[in-house]
């Protein structure tokens, strides 16, 4: 067995902005840091054996803050990255929408039918998130580890352990800070929590890409 707290990170400029960030290394803003500060004095666990996190500023940045709090470091894992929105980073729905109104509309609608020009596609984000959960759980038998990424990936995790397919993946919401938590046991996944805000404030939270 398992346990795996899965997060997201804490809010950017990008996200206030509606921008897509997905492998542009953007940090967090000071909101985002009151809420990474939030998340540690509330953390749903007692303790940690281990921390993982995309290595990207905003997920490790919000990582560190709980590590602080359980005297862990992170270990700073690639296979963690955000999906790569290729052409798309930088801009808002309403830009891309303009320039690719096809490729747009199955962002929502059919996400398992999208190609992103020069991105990714959110089987490929999947499998490699999903093959580094599976290495971890080989890894942290009996014990509780935390990771820290980011909104679609996070998506996709939670999409793929609980058999839910890619084509439904925007039903499942991950706010900035959001908290997720699971048990995997020999092939069998229980889910104790998802997307739990509850550790911030009326006056950090926020609802961001």
Same mark, same amino acid.
């Given at each position: 067995?398992?346990?795996?707290?899965?997060?997201? #990170? *804490?809010?950017?400029?990008?996200?206030?902005?509606?921008?897509? +960030?997905?492998? $542009?290394?953007?940090?967090? $803003?000071?909101?985002?840091?009151?809420?990474?500060? =939030?998340?540690?004095?509330?953390?749903?666990?007692?303790?940690?054996?281990?921390?993982?996190?995309?290595?990207?500023?905003?997920?490790?940045?919000?990582?560190? =803050?709980?590590?602080?709090?359980?005297?862990? $470091?992170?270990?700073?894992?690639?296979?963690?990255?955000?999906?790569?929105?290729?052409?798309?980073? *930088?801009? &808002?729905?309403?830009?891309? $929408? !303009?320039?690719?109104?096809?490729? @747009?509309?199955?962002?929502?609608? !059919? %996400?398992?039918?999208? @190609?992103?020009?020069?991105?990714?596609?959110? +089987?490929?984000? +999947?499998?490699?998130?999903?093959?580094?959960?599976?290495?971890?759980?080989?890894?942290?038998?009996?014990? &509780?580890?935390?990771?820290?990424? #980011?909104?679609?990936?996070?998506?996709?995790?939670? @999409?793929?352990?609980?058999?839910? %397919?890619?084509?439904?993946?925007?039903?499942?919401? +991950?706010?900035?800070? !959001?908290?997720?938590?699971?048990?995997?046991?020999? *092939?069998? /996944?229980?889910?104790?929590?998802?997307?739990?805000?509850?550790?911030?404030?009326?006056? /950090?939270?926020?609802? *961001?890409?």
């Amino acid at each position: 067995m398992m346990r795996l707290i899965l997060v997201r #990170h *804490g809010q950017t400029e990008w996200n206030a902005g509606g921008r897509y +960030q997905g492998q $542009s290394n953007v940090a967090l $803003s000071e909101l985002g840091r009151k809420q990474a500060e =939030c998340l540690a004095e509330h953390f749903p666990v007692q303790s940690l054996d281990a921390i993982y996190s995309s290595d990207l500023d905003r997920a490790r940045e919000t990582a560190e =803050c709980v590590g602080r709090k359980f005297g862990v $470091s992170v270990c700073l894992e690639p296979s963690f990255r955000e999906l790569s929105f290729g052409d798309w980073e *930088g801009l &808002t729905y309403q830009e891309i $929408s !303009a320039r690719w109104p096809e490729q @747009a509309n199955k962002l929502f609608t !059919a %996400p398992d039918e999208l @190609a992103i020009p020069h991105g990714e596609t959110f +089987q490929a984000l +999947q499998k490699r998130a999903l093959d580094k959960i599976y290495a971890l759980y080989d890894k942290h038998v009996d014990q &509780t580890i935390a990771v820290f990424a #980011h909104g679609a990936i996070n998506k996709t995790i939670l @999409a793929g352990l609980m058999h839910i %397919p890619l084509h439904y993946l925007w039903s499942l919401r +991950q706010d900035n800070t !959001a908290v997720n938590i699971l048990r995997l046991d020999d *092939g069998y /996944v229980m889910i104790e929590g998802i997307n739990n805000v509850s550790h911030l404030t009326d006056e /950090v939270k926020t609802q *961001g890409l």
